[in-house]
């Protein structure tokens, strides 16, 4: 069995345990970043930032972490979780609700947020170290350590700037985790360095989790969400969607991804290609799009194994930073039985009988599930639609040219 | 990244982040250049040339040893600008640090201060050792007025360092206000000429006693007696001529007029430190979404 299932055995989730994050009914507001008055001539000549122009990154959240869990933030792009762990590392101050965090943090959002490129790798341990709260003595005693856990031997002595971004990676994982916090908050840095170095920063973090130390993460991946946490909490569009065991979380992460995180399911059981709208009259390729007009949408299906059950299609317009599909072409839902699509390549198409009345920028976006996981996705970006509010889009999915492969 | 820890130990690790960072910045600033740290000399040995031609040679001040008494106050000055300005852009500068790790944000207008106290430090050392040269040692108990004069400096500095650091984060035009403001600040501080000159035309009521009210003019005449110390003008043809010779060229011989100037200078020091650590404070928290 796996070391973190052991783990989590070992830390037992004691629900009585010490409460050390403590969040309660947090909100996070943004102003819209061009809005935003820089000079005092802005200032003057726009006194009032108006309702319209903000931006809630996070809405009334709650989160409590017990001593000795391991939680993982996960959600798709946008959905809070960076802003979560900035307002919980103390960066970021929320607009309502409270947090409390007791004991020591050691927040690592960035790799090497505090190198200078100008100092040696050994100047930037102690200044890093400064940064961090750890006095220099301890700093002396752990030098040794930090430098064997960072690999990098003699270029220690050298500028940073002179590094290989592998190397500068190190140097910073190597500061963060030998000081010696209660809580270790982490963003999305486990994903960098080679293999054996990602094996060495988990080992790092399972000895954290032995030690029944807290740990909270941002990951994207389902495989280590599942391997390293004791919960998983899943954000979507700034609001807790779901808290509770890794596995459940990232089955309905899974679901609600859509087209955003295509690489966790593509190329497995199917691939989409030559995803294309097309004049339905001559059949060429179409860059402009007007409100009303038809066209036909087209791609290749190639399914590498056989489908288990009926495949569903979704076909939906996307608008710029909007997690949810704005327009569908309909139904939502375009389910073509499994023995239709056998093993090979099929050309699918939809005749699209009228473009909605929206004006702005959109993609396409065509996902391919079974149940709730999406097997394969593609996305047509840049799509421009002319000015209303048609929400549903009649058009028809036609299965045509089936070869067998 | 970073770490929060009781508040015992704070201000001793603060104090260690400070100096890490004015490490950093003088390391930077000198790494590469053969002669490093005598640079530091170069800014001030350009002035004293250049406002010694001026002052001594073209207008022919009757002020003896002309370049020790401007740089007395000078150097003060250098530390004052130097400590204001780079505290000022500290935030913008460290943009990317606020954004990524937590931390006292004011470590880095104090570091900006350290930083240019440590570079003037070394020019007051040489100035001092340039007083012993041409025979005028400062060895005097009026030698100890620096340190009151220093607290008002450093306490003036810190707190406009502050007020404008904070400020400028939302308002980036206060960077270059602080720069014109600095400069028209200078002219009115008796630097380049002796308090004397605004004495005569102020006289002895209260608008003379208002002028200490500039946080800068107190510290610097305490300097000027400390370290230069011509307190009369010696009495030379040229003083002769101009009819100063045996008057008064520093406002007193007085201790105790220094004392009470640089507590009028203390006052408004103090409100400038209060001003700017409420406004830090305040805004703090903001930054690293702001920037």
Excluded at chain 2, 64 to 75: E, H, N, Q
């Amino acid at each position: 069995m796996s070391d973190a299932v052991d783990a989590i055995d070992r830390m037992g989730l004691d629900p009585g345990a010490e409460i050390l994050i403590e969040a309660r009914g947090v909100s996070k507001r943004f102003a819209s970043y061009h809005r935003r008055a820089t000079s005092l001539k802005e200032r003057l000549v726009r006194r009032e930032e108006s309702e319209g122009d903000v931006f809630w990154a996070l809405r009334d959240v709650d989160l409590v972490v017990r001593r000795g869990e391991t939680v993982a933030l996960t959600g798709p792009n946008g959905s809070g979780k960076s802003t979560m762990l900035k307002v919980l590392a103390g960066i970021l101050r929320p607009n309502e609700g409270s947090v409390d965090v007791r004991g020591r943090v050691a927040s690592l959002l960035e790799l090497g947020a505090g190198f200078d490129g100008e100092l040696t790798g050994r100047e930037n341990i102690y200044l890093n170290s400064a940064l961090l709260g750890v006095p220099r003595e301890e700093t002396d005693a752990l030098f040794d350590m930090i430098v064997d856990f960072s690999e990098l031997g003699e270029f220690i002595e050298y500028p940073v700037k002179h590094y290989s971004s592998g190397m500068y990676v190190r140097l910073g994982f190597a500061v963060a985790v030998h000081v010696d916090p209660d809580i270790l908050i982490v963003d999305e840095v486990l994903a960098v360095g080679d293999a054996a170095f990602q094996r060495k920063c988990l080992n790092r973090i399972e000895e954290f989790q032995r030690q029944g130390k807290t740990i909270l993460f941002v990951s994207h991946a389902a495989g280590q969400v599942e391997s390293l946490c004791t919960r998983a909490v899943l954000l979507e569009r700034g609001q807790v969607l779901f808290d509770g065991p890794p596995r459940q979380t990232i089955k309905r992460l899974n679901g609600i991804l859509g087209v955003d995180n295509i690489a966790m399911v593509a190329g497995e059981m199917a691939r989409i290609s030559d995803f294309a709208i097309v004049d339905t009259g001559t059949d060429e390729g179409v860059e402009e799009f007007t409100a009303g007009s038809s066209a036909r949408v087209t791609c290749t299906l190639t399914i590498h194994q056989p489908l288990p059950e009926d495949a569903r299609f979704s076909l939906h317009i996307n608008a710029p930073g909007q997690s949810d599909a704005v327009a569908h072409v309909s139904p939502n839902w375009h389910v073509v039985s499994a023995d239709r699509l056998p093993v090979g390549e099929h050309a699918i198409s939809w005749q699209v009988d009228e473009w909605p009345d929206m004006p702005g920028d959109f993609s396409l976006a065509l996902g391919v599930f079974l149940g709730p996981t999406l097997i394969a996705a593609a996305r047509l970006d840049g799509l421009r639609l002319s000015s209303g509010q048609v929400r549903h889009v009649p058009g028809t999915l036609v299965l045509d040219g089936t070869t067998q492969g | 990244m970073g770490l929060t820890r009781t508040r015992g130990t704070q201000t001793r690790l603060r104090t260690a982040l400070i100096r890490q960072l004015v490490r950093k910045d003088l390391k930077v600033k000198y790494q590469g250049s053969t002669l490093g740290f005598l640079w530091s000399l170069a800014n001030p040995l350009l002035i004293l040339v250049v406002y010694t031609f001026v002052f001594a040679v073209v207008f022919k001040s009757p002020v003896p040893y002309f370049g020790i008494f401007l740089m007395s106050g000078m150097l003060l000055w250098n530390f004052f600008t130097m400590g204001v300005s780079g505290a000022t852009t500290s935030i913008l500068a460290n943009a990317g640090l606020v954004k990524k790790v937590p931390f006292a944000h004011e470590s880095l207008p104090l570091a900006a201060i350290g930083f240019a106290g440590a570079q003037v430090a070394l020019q007051y050392i040489v100035l001092v050792g340039a007083l012993f040269v041409v025979g005028l040692p400062p060895l005097r108990p009026e030698l100890l007025l620096i340190i009151p004069a220093l607290v008002v400096v450093i306490a003036a500095t810190v707190g406009l360092g502050m007020f404008a650091a904070a400020s400028t984060v939302r308002l980036r035009d206060t960077q270059h206000f602080v720069e014109v403001a600095l400069f028209a600040w200078m002219w009115m501080t008796p630097i380049i000429y002796p308090a004397t000159f605004v004495h005569e035309r102020l006289g002895d009521g209260a608008l003379f006693w208002a002028y200490y009210l500039n946080p800068m003019a107190g510290p610097i005449v305490c300097f000027q007696r400390a370290l230069y110390g011509v307190v009369h003008y010696p009495d030379t043809e040229a003083t002769r001529a101009s009819g100063q010779a045996g008057q008064l060229l520093l406002p007193s011989a007085d201790v105790s007029f220094y004392l009470q100037a640089l507590g009028l200078s203390a006052i408004t020091a103090t409100v400038f430190l209060i001003a700017g650590l409420w406004l830090f404070r305040r805004r703090s928290a903001d930054f690293a979404e702001e920037l």
